[in-house]
């Protein structure tokens, strides 16, 4: 199907807003400007209404009354999922990793506020087994798992529309593929000649979608993914390969090639949605001199990449910058990013006055 003929359904608020980062750009003698996708609106908004467009008007095409997708307790993609669900009519399955929490905090309480069903894996009989079990047995638990959840809204004669985790599919990548035409024009009016894009690495829709979209509408800027987490050669291999079909599905003529690519793995700090301190600095960091909300599980793993990858001369001085903002903040209201921040933020420097 030609991208220009893949019909979508807006369900977010575009075009989103650029701007440069006026602080941020003095203080690092650089100019950086910073894409608005954490403004799309609805509950929260982020990057993912962009893939939701395309994903969506495909579930009402094919008579489907369910939503169902997959993801990490504080999935992003998840909490977005619901919310279009919830506004045009439809249920909302997500099938998460992992036994439930003891409590809901960020995005599972808003899961939940907009009606999602949760459907969680208890993977803890075979936790301490090897990488190796572990990843069959997790593939067994997903399987049983997903079959019985379709089963469920089949026998409610509900029709389920699969949404892979992240909305990386094919169709989905399409809404980053049109976000990056829609930048180019954008920095036209702007009369701001780009060189370099920077978003997250993850499920690698956005990144994916842009790296194509760039090269089909010739936007002059490269994108740079700055991975959220570590990706081994086979792992990065079957990105390429999704970032491949995605090409092929959408018409797009382009030649992909990984070597053409710039992805950085050096930002992830401990792991995948683990608190660590770094990205926390540069979290407060935007928040300090921009006001602008970043998440300490994507976007702000993505900012240090941009600022550590401009301080070391990897990005040529001189050069025109920009954050993609993909979304996130309610992440912070985790338990963990909560628990982690209380220390830094919290602690004991609170002044108090009493009569
Ligand atoms: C806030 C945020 N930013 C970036 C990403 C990464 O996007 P993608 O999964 O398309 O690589 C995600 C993915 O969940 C996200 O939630």
């Known amino acids: 199907m030609k991208i220009e003929n893949l019909e979508k359904i807006n369900t977010g608020f575009l075009n989103t807003p650029i701007h440069k980062l006026e602080n941020i750009s003095k203080k690092y003698n650089t100019n950086i400007y910073i894409k608005r996708d954490d403004l799309t609106g609805f509950a929260f908004g982020g990057n993912k209404l962009r893939k939701l ?11 489907c009354s369910v939503l169902l997708t997959y993801g990490g307790p504080q999935t992003n993609h998840g909490r977005l999922t619901a919310a279009v669900a919830a506004r045009f009519g439809l249920k909302c399955g997500i ?13 599972l309480i ?9 459907y969680f894996m208890d993977d803890s009989s075979f936790k301490n087994e ?21 089963r469920y809204y089949q026998n409610m004669g509900d029709k389920v529309y699969n949404i892979p985790v992240g909305g990386s599919s094919p169709v989905g990548a399409a809404g980053y593929v049109m976000a990056a035409k829609e930048i180019k024009d954008q920095l036209e009016e702007m009369n701001v000649k780009m060189d370099y894009v920077f978003t997250g690495f993850g499920s690698v829709g956005t990144f994916g979608g842009m790296y194509l979209g760039s090269k089909y509408f010739n936007t002059g800027f490269k994108t740079i993914g700055i991975s959220v987490s570590h990706k081994n050669e086979a792992e990065l291999q079957e990105k390429v390969d999704y970032i491949k079909q995605t090409n092929e599905f959408l018409q797009l003529n382009v030649d992909v090639k990984l070597s053409d690519m710039w992805i ?12 660590d301190e770094l990205t926390r600095k540069y979290v407060y960091m935007m ?12 976007t702000g793993k993505t900012f240090r ?17 920009m954050l993609l903002h993909t979304g996130g903040a309610p992440g912070i209201f985790s338990e963990s990013h909560s628990e982690a921040m209380q220390e830094e933020l919290w602690g004991e420097s609170q002044k108090e006055f009493k009569l």
């Open 305 to 321: 990449g941009m600022i550590e990858m401009i301080e070391s001369g990897k990005i040529p001085k001189g050069s025109n910058v």
């Open 95 to 107: 099938i998460m990793d992992g036994p439930a929490p003891k409590k809901a905090s960020g995005n």
């Open 264 to 275: 950085e793995d050096g930002f992830v700090g401990i792991s995948y949605n683990v608190p």
């Open 287 to 298: 928040a300090r001199e921009e006001a602008i909300i970043l998440d300490p599980c994507y």
């Open 53 to 63: 467009d395309y994903l969506l008007k495909d579930a009402l095409n094919n008579g």
């Open 110 to 118: 808003l899961d939940k506020m907009m009606g999602a069903d949760l």
């Open 130 to 150: 090897s990488k190796e079990v572990y990843k069959q047995r997790y593939a067994e638990l997903l399987e049983k798992t997903t079959n019985e959840v379709l």
